[in-house]
């Protein structure tokens, strides 16, 4: 069987927890899965609940794997369901949110927000067209918290160096260019207090992009597309974020053909690896089932995939919120 994760908010809008959905089946085969030290650290790290209607149907042997790794059971209506535009709020006496709330229309930009979204989108089309880095150099002279989180994350990679970084170009070169496009592709999800929908947005797409890494590697491409498949992960959900149709979003930027057949028309090797991902968050197992087949993907490596790319999303918050705290 499929194991489907769903991401939940907690009442300050921030991924709480994950809700396990396990599509049809035999569950007792997920039993190693469970059993594995991958799926206890994401359960040590995110607090893991499953529905009492579903948790029925499992069997006891494997229920209990789960509440010994620290699954919660839930009733349903522990979990409010929110889709529309605009805020949401969390009832009283319900724990957590869930819903598509946040892959709705932004609110409209205002000060900072638009400011570093700009700016780093600006980055993302100069990295992508390998412009001098001087060009790139000179926009992070103009947002601070771009320079900053920049400064900070090569810090990090170079600790026990005791390499002092003294410009923005010496910081853009150790980082290296393809981390450097990473990043900032990361960067332009990360928290904005503006924006209500930022941190499931920035967990939502740090799983898709991982997930698409890994499924690319598993399937037997090379690195590039490896790297190209996480490209896509990524701005498959620019339109939403910026609240425009992605073909407009994707115009600037110089990006392959391969990209934008996929992103536009799901076309190509990344164009089924991006319909697996859309099959796997509607939690609909008999399309990714057929997708898996035809990758020639077991589904027990889906699965484990699947609970890695969560652990790294787990990962990208916490650098994300350490930026913001500083």
Same mark, same amino acid.
């Given at each position: ?23 049809? &089946?035999? #569950? ?8 594995? *030290? ?21 069997? +006891? &042997? ?7 790794? %620290? ?12 889709? !529309? ?7 009283? &006496?319900?724990?957590?949110? @869930? %819903? @598509?709330?946040?892959? /709705?229309? #932004? #609110? ?5 927000? /638009? ?6 989108? $600006? ?39 005791? $390499? ?11 980082? @290296? ?54 490209? *896509? ?5 620019? %339109? ?21 057949? +996929? ?15 859309? +099959?796997?968050?509607? !939690? ?13 993907? #077991? ?23 350490? %930026?913001?705290? *500083?």
């Amino acid at each position: 069987p499929i194991l489907f994760l769903h991401l939940l908010a907690d009442r300050k809008l921030n991924p709480g927890a994950v809700m396990l959905d396990i599509g049809s &089946g035999e #569950p007792e085969l997920l039993s190693p899965l469970f059993g594995n *030290a991958d799926f206890a650290a994401l359960a040590a790290e995110l607090p893991c609940v499953i529905g009492t209607n579903e948790a029925s149907l499992l069997p +006891a &042997g494997l229920l209990q794997t789960l509440q010994d790794q %620290g699954c919660r059971l839930i009733e349903g209506n522990a979990v409010h369901q929110a889709d !529309g535009q605009g805020k949401p709020v969390l009832p009283p &006496g319900m724990e957590w949110l @869930g %819903g @598509g709330w946040y892959l /709705t229309p #932004p #609110p409209k930009p205002v000060g900072s927000q /638009t400011l570093s979204r700009a700016m780093a989108l $600006k980055l993302v089309q100069l990295v992508a067209a390998d412009a001098d880095t001087r060009e790139i150099e000179e926009i992070f002279r103009h947002d601070p918290t771009l320079s900053y989180q920049l400064l900070r994350i090569v810090n990090s990679l170079s600790m026990g160096t005791n $390499k002092k970084i003294s410009s923005f170009s010496q910081a853009i070169l150790l980082l @290296g260019r393809q981390q450097l496009r990473r990043w900032l592709n990361l960067m332009l999800f990360a928290a904005r207090k503006e924006d209500p929908r930022s941190a499931m947005l920035l967990a939502r797409v740090a799983v898709r992009a991982r997930t698409m890494e890994l499924l690319a590697k598993a399937s037997g491409l090379d690195r590039s597309a490896q790297e190209l498949a996480f490209m *896509a992960g990524m701005f498959s959900l620019l %339109g939403i974020l910026f609240g425009q149709p992605l073909t407009e979003v994707l115009k600037p930027l110089q990006v392959s053909d391969v990209l934008v057949d +996929a992103l536009l028309k799901n076309e190509g090797d990344l164009g089924r690896l991006l319909q697996a991902i859309d +099959a796997s968050e509607r !939690g609909d197992a008999e399309a990714l089932a057929a997708l898996l087949g035809q990758m020639q993907l #077991p589904t027990a490596e889906f699965n484990s995939i699947n609970i890695e790319s969560h652990r790294w999303m787990l990962g990208v918050i916490k650098e994300n919120e350490g %930026g913001a705290r *500083a």
